[in-house]
T-cell receptor
Framework: EDQVTQSPEALRLQEGESSSLNCSYTVSGLRGLFWYRQDPGKGPEFLFTLYSAGEEKEKERLKATLTKKESFLHITAPKPEDSATYLCAVQAGANNLFFGTGTRLTVIP | DGGITQSPKYLFRKEGQNVTLSCEQNLNHDAMYWYRQDPGQGLRLIYYSQIVNDFQKGDIAEGYSVSREKKESFPLTVTSAQKNPTAFYLC???????????FGSGTRLTVV
């Protein structure tokens, strides 16, 4: 059965304190792994797509990496505006993303 | 600016009522999707459509219906057969596999 597990559920960081969010997956025939940012009461905002093990993508303070079993979202020197829920999703079939439950990140000034 | 517009932002439904959630996109995307989000759960697929006049059931289609008469529009009707409709509903569209899915801002439906 396809499964996506994100950890931790919640993470509190001091401003400037770097950390990583984890997304482990079990899926047959991975077609892509996606990271999204979601602010309260809003729709998810696309961050990255990763397709193959070893691939890395960066955007400002965020860096996403992918292995055969998991993906990490590294946050370097976070700021309070990085506070949000970060969602991981995998695409196995042609027309569905399978989502994890997210990591709620709080960055304290 | 191109994007996906969902309306209304908040919707209240009485027991036994059908309600329709609107989703419009001006991105010229062929594929459109409806997801439901509940606290502590990942987004779950309700229906999707790859082309006009065609749509497919997702994982939790019972109690919902959709139509796709125009490329730009993909409305979702929550029928009285949906026993637990209170949730946050998200519409999405996709251009291709590179850019993933673009989401709307959501509609929060509450049963009163």
């Amino acid at each position: 059965e396809d499964q996506v597990t994100q950890s931790p559920e919640a993470l509190r960081l001091q401003e400037g304190e770097s950390s990583s969010l984890n997304c482990s997956y079990t899926v047959s025939g991975l077609r892509g792994l996606f990271w999204y940012r979601q602010d309260p009461g809003k729709g998810p905002e696309f961050l990255f797509t990763l397709y193959s093990a070893g691939e890395e993508k960066e955007k400002e303070r965020l860096k996403a990496t992918l292995t055969k079993k998991e993906s990490f979202l590294h946050i370097t020197a976070p700021k309070p505006e990085d506070s949000a829920t970060y969602l991981c999703a995998v695409q196995a079939g042609a027309n569905n993303l399978f989502f994890g439950t997210g990591t709620r990140l709080t960055v304290i000034p | 600016d191109g994007g996906i517009t969902q309306s209304p932002k908040y919707l209240f439904r009485k027991e036994g009522q059908n309600v329709t959630l609107s989703c419009e996109q001006n991105l010229n995307h062929d594929a459109m999707y409806w997801y439901r989000q509940d606290p502590g759960q990942g987004l779950r697929l309700i229906y999707y459509s790859q082309i006009v006049n065609d749509f497919q059931k997702g994982d939790i289609a019972e109690g919902y219906s959709v139509s796709r008469e125009k490329k730009e529009s993909f409305p979702l009707t929550v029928t009285s057969a949906q026993k637990n409709p209170t949730a946050f509903y998200l519409c999405a569209s996709r251009l291709d596999r590179v850019y993933g899915y673009t989401f709307g801002s959501g509609t929060r439906l509450t049963v009163v």
